[in-house]
T-cell receptor, first 116, second 112 residues
Framework: KAGVTQTPRYLIKTRGQQVTLSCSPI?????VSWYQQTPGQGLQFLFE???????NKGNFPGRFSGRQFSNSRSEMNVSTLELGDSALYLC???????????????FGPGTRLLVL | AQSVTQPDIHITVSEGASLELRCNYS??????LFWYVQSPGQGLQLLLK??????LVQGIKGFEAEFKRSQSSFNLRKPSVHWSDAAEYFC??????????FGQGTELSVKP
């Protein structure tokens, strides 16, 4: 089975721009979660989507948004980029999500975003 | 509030030596616990997980972890470290809000 894939792997943007990141989960997985990883804050949960609905959300500003399609693929959008948004953005998929009984989340390789 | 603490930011061990990485959690109910490993520039790879049952769990690459409820710990061990084990290791607990809460990570260096 193919793993979680994320595109693009690397991105360079300037402040004020917006960016869209894509995640394709493992086949059959319906839950997709997004995490931001920075040296200072570590791994922080952004949001989780299940069956095209945002089921859970972390403590990030409204500039961070996402969506999920009927094939479970997910996109994450960050508008009005700030320097502090530079990070590794990780996507993880699971069958039904962590809340559904502590299922295992499988992570993609991440998209490294650099904001100049 | 649920939290995970990895007390050691950086550990250096000699190749062939044993390894123990510490993880302490704060969680009201029976936790679902995970250890992930991250090589530079890569995503997270699952090493092992504890959901219930036997408190000693075996994982990939020769790793094991022991769940100790009385100490709120889930330490990761390996009897003999290989140079390829150099990476960053993350302990995590599953939160009821549908997310994983991670520790700050422990960076492992391996001396030849």
């Amino acid at each position: 089975k193919a793993g979680v894939t994320q595109t693009p792997r690397y991105l360079i943007k300037t402040r004020g721009q917006q960016v869209t990141l894509s995640c394709s989960p493992i086949s059959g997985h319906r839950s997709v979660s997004w995490y931001q990883q920075t040296p200072g804050q570590g791994l922080q949960f952004l949001f989780e989507y299940f069956s095209e609905t945002q089921r859970n959300k972390g403590n990030f500003p409204g500039r961070f948004s996402g969506r999920q399609f009927s094939n479970s693929r997910s996109e994450m959008n960050v508008s009005t980029l700030e320097l502090g948004d530079s990070a590794l953005y990780l996507c993880a998929s699971s069958l039904a999500g962590v809340a559904g009984g502590g299922e295992t989340q499988y992570f993609g390789p991440g998209t490294r975003l650099l904001v100049l | 509030a649920q939290s995970v603490t990895q007390p050691d930011i950086h550990i250096t061990v000699s190749e062939g030596a044993s390894l123990e990485l510490r993880c302490n959690y704060s969680y009201g109910a029976t936790p679902y616990l995970f250890w992930y490993v991250q090589s530079p520039g890569q995503g997270l790879q699952l090493l092992l997980k504890y959901f219930s049952g036997d408190t000693l769990v075996q994982g990939i690459k020769g790793f094991e972890a022991e769940f100790k409820r009385s100490q709120s710990s889930f330490n990761l061990r390996k009897p003999s470290v290989h140079w390829s084990d150099a990476a960053e290791y993350f302990c995590a607990v599953a939160h009821q809000g549908g997310k994983l809460i991670f520790g700050q990570g422990t960076e492992l260096s391996v001396k030849p």
